[in-house]
C-alpha cells in the first residue's frame, strides 16, 4: 500500500514549457486535489476532484488542467509554465467525496526559469 | 470572505515551555477545522480535528466559536515538536483551504 505518490519529485522546467505533475493512490480514495505550498502563503488549492469524471477549480487554478479518467490518477498539467509558477507541489486525497482527512504525497518540487 | 490565519510565521520556544500555536479563522456556520503537522523529510500528515476533541501527541485544540480561535497547545515542548504547523478550515463539502503556517522551532 504506497499511499499517494506523486512524480516527479523534482522538474526544473523553461518558460513556456509545458509538463505533467503526476498523482496516482492506492486507497480507492474518492477524493483528490493539488495543492501548491508557496512561502508565506501556505497551501493553496489550486483543483480537485470528487470522483472519477469529476473536477472542479479551487483557489488558484489559472494555469493548470486536471482531468480524472480513473479513480487513482490525478495529473496536474502546466500547459505553459511561467516562472510564478515555481513552488512545491501537493497531491492529496480522502476516503469519502467530501473532503475529511486528507492523506499526502511527498510533494514535487518545480523551478521554471 | 471565508479564510485562516496563523499570525505567527515562527515561534521559538525552549524544551519543556508551553506552546501555543495560533490560528483564527472566518466561516459563517459551524466550522470543521485541523491542524496538520509535516516534520523534517516527512510528508505533510494530520496531527488532529477539533471533531475528535483528542489529544494527540500531547496536543489539543479547542474550538473557540466566539474567539473564531482553534489555538494548538502543548504543556511542555519536546525536541521533537519542532515542524511547521498548518491550521486548515473544510471550506465546503469540497474544499479544505490552510492557513499560512507556523515554524515551531524548539531549542534545547
Known amino acids: 500500500n504506497a499511499g499517494v505518490t506523486q512524480t516527479p519529485k523534482f522538474q526544473v522546467l523553461k518558460t513556456g514549457q509545458s509538463m505533467t505533475l503526476q498523482c496516482a493512490q492506492d486507497?480507492?480514495?474518492?477524493?483528490m486535489s493539488w495543492y501548491r505550498q508557496d512561502p508565506g502563503m501556505g497551501l493553496r488549492l489550486i483543483h480537485y476532484s470528487v470522483g472519477a469524471g469529476i473536477t472542479d477549480q479551487g483557489e488558484v487554478p489559472n494555469g493548470y488542467n486536471v482531468s480524472r479518467s480513473t479513480t487513482e490518477d490525478f495529473p496536474l498539467r502546466l500547459l505553459s509554465a511561467a516562472p510564478s509558477q515555481t513552488s512545491v507541489y501537493f497531491c492529496a486525497s480522502s476516503f469519502s467525496a467530501g473532503a475529511n482527512v486528507l492523506t499526502f504525497g511527498a510533494g514535487s518540487r518545480l523551478t521554471v526559469l | 470572505a471565508q479564510r485562516v490565519t496563523q499570525p505567527e510565521k515562527l515561534l521559538s520556544v525552549f524544551k519543556g515551555a508551553p506552546v501555543e500555536l495560533k490560528c483564527n479563522y472566518s466561516?459563517?456556520?459551524?466550522?470543521?477545522l485541523f491542524w496538520y503537522v509535516q516534520y523534517s523529510r516527512q510528508r505533510l500528515q494530520l496531527l488532529l480535528r477539533?471533531?475528535s476533541r483528542e489529544s494527540i501527541k500531547g496536543f489539543t485544540a479547542d474550538l473557540n466559536k466566539g474567539e473564531t480561535s482553534f489555538h494548538l497547545k502543548k504543556p511542555f515542548a519536546q525536541e521533537e515538536d519542532s515542524a511547521m504547523y498548518y491550521c486548515?478550515?473544510?471550506?465546503?463539502?469540497?474544499?479544505?483551504?490552510f492557513g499560512s503556517g507556523t515554524r515551531l522551532s524548539i531549542r534545547p
Open positions: 466561516y459563517s456556520g459551524s466550522p470543521e
Open positions: 486548515a478550515l473544510k471550506r465546503s463539502a469540497s474544499k479544505i483551504i
Open positions: 486507497m480507492n480514495h474518492e477524493y
Open positions: 477539533h471533531i
